[in-house]
């Protein structure tokens, strides 16, 4: 069975940091770029950060830029968030996702296979 699988999330006081993580199995994903969403309560779904399946090439939300970094197993089928600095406004339900044409996209209907999720709560 091919999916996306995240970890990670939780509760978090205001300039703390956490690490998700995102385990892909069912297939081979290396050559797929993968990326992380969130959203939070009452909004839409929002890019926040993608790299390419050869790992040069990663983008970020304004929102998060210098505070979020992106990255990948050695095996390239897991892909990490960790995030610093976190503040209340990043509160959101956080999603995995995997785009088989292997580029960074910040556009949610690029990817093909999304996780089920994973709550982040950031005090303040």
């Known amino acids: 069975q091919v999916q996306l699988v995240e970890s990670g999330g939780g509760l978090v006081q205001a300039g703390g940091s956490l690490r998700l993580s995102c385990a892909a199995s069912?297939?081979?994903?290396?050559?797929?770029?993968m990326g992380w969403f969130r959203q939070a309560p009452g909004k839409e779904r929002e890019f926040v950060a993608t790299?390419?399946?050869?790992?040069?090439?990663?983008y970020y939300a304004d929102s998060v830029k210098g505070r979020f970094t992106i990255s990948r197993g050695n095996a390239k089928n897991t892909v990490y968030l960790q995030m610093n600095s976190l503040k209340a406004e990043d509160t959101a339900v956080y999603y995995c996702a995997a785009d088989r044409r292997g580029y960074v996209s910040i556009d949610a209907f690029e990817y093909d296979l999304w996780g089920q999720g994973t709550q982040v709560t950031v005090s303040s």
């Open positions: 790299i390419s399946w050869s790992t040069d090439s990663t």
């Open positions: 069912g297939r081979t994903f290396s050559r797929y770029a």
